[in-house]
């Protein structure tokens, strides 16, 4: 019976194994065998009609990524023990040579933008938030892994807006700046830019809202395009463009609570950089023209006030600056000026643009309304910073005032009181106040207390005087600085030496 089951057991088995054997030799000839399918082929490419493709490869080549970093100085930082610990030695070693040191070494902050090369030679338009303050600006081309140092030509902190240059050796692709004027709230709009250092990053939205500005967005001269194309931060600089392939607006500010996108953007209008670079490129500033009136845009144009001042519309002015052009034409706080050259005012920009605008030293004519009763006037338009010269900006040029910054290096009158407070009684020249960190003058040893008494051997008695000499000096000159310092209740002359820098930032 034991043989009978073996043998039984060993046929069933051969049957099952060659069942199974001859199954699996027909699936593997089945997967070979040739169905009669036909092979998929990748298509050539179709443009989408309604692809915004073609703007972007028109305006994507003059975008480029800006990198910047700035050297900050570290504060002194020592960690307090906690109650009842035992003072730690090793932790006082490191207190005092790393965190706890007051002059230990400076730190680094590095932050990302965008720009447009506006012009083939390398001149860029950004945002001045961007490279303010920036001991070292680099600039990467799309598509170029090089990174090339920049240079600022010039800022306008009214607008935020900077113009930096690159030396690329080449000639650069441009992007066109439309007229930013003619743009209507609905329009498609594409925002280019650098957002978290992604590079050539492109967004699509529409024009939310123009005109946008007040209640605390922005400056005196910062009125917005608003949009919800995703801006973020990298964007700053970079442009917004319309669907001609023209760019309409320089994407500056956003409002968020996570500091991130959430639908609300803003550009500076195209129509107002393209004033600001030409002054920028021209003259290295921006000029403003001023009457010297101040408002506030809410009360001065509020309707019940006007009526009770017996105006149809204007803007109530709330004071005069002393000694400005608008008291030398007769102008008192509580006037409702109501046209300027002829045009109506009935908002602050009215007012304002159209005098910002005007050339210095042209005359405005003015209509206002006092005690119910229509006047007219004219006034001198002069330079906004000497109207207003602890408002608008940084730049004084008033005459027998402190000079602008030369090469970063500031200088005023040797009174004597000056003189006697630096230890230089009956000494010539003029005083150095400030002297800019990274610069021409700081580089070749200038200090703050030093007096400037020859520039290349002319003497220099006053501001006017350092003015004349140093108008004189152009790129590549070389240029001998006398100064007498004190040190150590020693008098000391001093000879500082230079070629002048060949570039505008100084």
């Not at 065998?33 to 989408?48: M, R």
């Not at 080449?170 to 498609?188: E, F, I, M, R, Y």
């Not at 040893?445 to 501001?463: K, M, Q, Y």
Request: proline share 6%; net charge neutral; glycine share 12%.
């Amino acid at each position: 019976m034991a043989a009978v089951f073996v043998a039984f057991t060993l046929t069933v088995g051969i049957m099952i194994g060659t069942v199974i054997s001859g199954r699996v030799s027909a699936m593997k000839s089945l997967s070979f065998s040739t169905s009669g399918a036909t092979p998929l082929v990748v298509p050539d490419p179709v443009p989408s009609s309604s692809s915004f493709a073609s703007i972007v490869n028109r305006v994507e080549p003059a975008v480029v990524n800006i990198a910047t970093t700035q050297v900050l100085e570290r504060r002194a930082k020592k960690r307090r023990p906690q109650p009842n610990e035992p003072e730690d030695p090793m932790q006082d070693f490191f207190d005092r040579f790393f965190d706890g040191q007051k002059d230990g070494p400076p730190q680094a902050e590095r932050s990302l933008g965008s720009g447009i090369i506006v012009d083939k030679k390398g001149f860029i338009l950004t945002n001045n938030h961007v490279v303010e303050q920036a001991t070292k600006i680099q600039v990467q081309l799309n598509g170029d892994s090089n990174k090339y140092t920049a240079k600022v030509i010039g800022v306008d902190e009214e607008t935020d807006l900077a113009v930096i240059k690159i030396e690329a050796g080449k000639d650069l692709p441009t992007a066109k700046l439309g007229n930013s004027d003619g743009v209507q709230v609905g329009d498609w709009v594409l925002a280019i830019g650098s957002p978290f250092g992604l590079q050539a990053t492109v967004t699509a939205g529409i024009i939310s809202a123009r005109d946008r500005g007040g209640n605390g967005l922005g400056r005196q001269f910062q009125r917005f395009i608003q949009t919800d194309a995703a801006i973020n931060p990298g964007n700053s600089g970079g442009p917004l463009v319309d669907l001609a392939g023209e760019v309409i607006g320089i994407n500056t500010a956003i409002i968020t609570g996570s500091r991130g996108y959430e639908g609300v953007g803003f550009a500076l209008p195209s129509s107002a950089a393209i004033n600001v670079y030409n002054q920028i490129v021209a003259k290295g500033r921006v000029t403003r023209g001023s009457i010297g009136v101040s408002f506030q845009e809410d009360l001065g144009t509020n309707a019940i006030t006007l009526k009770s001042l017996g105006a149809p519309y204007g803007v109530v002015i709330e004071g005069v600056e002393p000694g400005s052009p608008a008291e030398k034409a007769g102008l008192k706080g509580g006037d409702v000026i109501t046209s300027v050259n002829g045009q109506q005012v009935k908002s602050g920009n009215d007012l304002v643009n159209p005098i910002a605008t005007a050339q210095i030293g042209s005359k405005v004519k003015l209509s206002y309304i006092r005690d119910r009763q229509q006047k007219e006037t004219n006034a001198t338009v002069e330079d906004r910073t000497r109207v207003f010269p602890n408002q608008a900006g940084r730049t004084s040029d008033q005459p027998g005032g402190a000079a602008p910054a030369e090469f970063g290096l500031r200088v005023d009158e040797l009174t004597p009181e000056r003189a006697r407070k630096v230890g230089l009684e009956g000494q010539k020249g003029v005083l150095v106040t400030d002297v800019e960190p990274a610069s021409f003058a700081e580089d070749i040893g200038f200090g703050r207390g030093d007096v400037i008494a020859e520039v290349n051997r002319e003497t220099v008695n006053s501001v006017e005087e350092y003015r004349k000499v140093v108008t004189k000096l152009k790129p590549g000159d070389n240029v001998v600085f006398k100064v007498l310092r004190k040190q150590d209740d020693k008098l000391f002359t001093v000879y500082l030496p230079g070629v002048v820098p060949s570039d505008n930032q100084q």
